[in-house]
């Protein structure tokens, strides 16, 4: 069974703060993707990446960047949290031109 | 690049009639169409998916169709049951690469 983990749930931090969100996959996944879900508008392709240390610009990258230094992790970074940023972060793994699994999500509010 | 439209936003049927989502793609070169479902608080999960060599396919209450010349794709729940009120998002795969709709809330009154 496919298991997606995210670091937190739950994330509450201060505009300007450097903000790391974590998604590890276990199924050996060459695909990962970093998504941000906000109501009426979908969810949103911020990065993906295809193998180890390959990544490549989703529809809304301003603001984020990204880590994937091992095959089963990929990072999201947000360098100087705004207020914009409040949302709900969902990552996914799939295999090249196959489902995406989802994690759980992390909710992430900057005030 | 990709555009998907998903309509309606909201859907509210009775338990047991049936309930019809669409999406329409812009790019010709998609070749994979997923349908994921969401429950509140939960991570969406696929319930169906067909590819482009494929006009439709069923499973159970659930079928999709797929009309590669008009590029709309349809989502088919029959006999709607209170545990399917969810929000459902269609996507579009181009370049690997999913491109969602902006999602359906269903809501089964029972």
């Known amino acids: 069974d496919v298991k997606v983990t995210q670091s937190s749930r739950y994330l509450v931090k201060r505009t300007g703060e450097k903000v790391f969100l974590e998604c590890v996959q276990d199924m050996d996944h060459e695909n990962m993707f970093w998504y941000r879900q906000d109501p009426g508008l979908g969810l949103r392709l911020i990065y993906f990446s295809y193998d180890v240390k390959m990544k490549e610009k989703g529809d809304i990258p301003e603001g984020y960047s990204v880590s994937r230094e091992k095959k089963e992790r990929f990072s999201l970074i947000l360098e100087s949290a705004s207020t914009n940023q409040t949302s709900m972060y969902l990552c996914?793994?799939?295999?090249?031109?196959?489902?995406?699994?989802f994690g759980p999500g992390t909710r992430l509010t900057v005030t | 690049g990709e555009n998907v439209e998903q309509h309606p936003s909201t859907l509210s049927v009775q338990e047991g009639d049936s309930a019809v989502i669409k999406c329409t793609y812009s790019d010709s070169a998609s070749n994979y169409f997923p349908w994921y479902k969401q429950e509140l608080g939960k991570r969406p999960q696929l319930i169906i998916d067909?590819?482009?060599?494929?006009g439709e396919k069923k499973d159970q209450r659930i079928a999709v169709t797929l009309n590669k010349t008009a590029k709309h794709f349809s989502l088919h729940i029959t006999e709607t049951q209170p545990e399917d009120s969810a929000v459902y998002f269609c996507a579009a795969m181009l370049t690997g690469k999913l491109i969602f709709g902006q999602g359906t809330t269903l809501q089964v009154k029972p």
């Open positions: 996914a793994s799939s295999l090249p031109s196959y489902e995406q699994y």
């Open positions: 067909i590819r482009s060599n494929v």
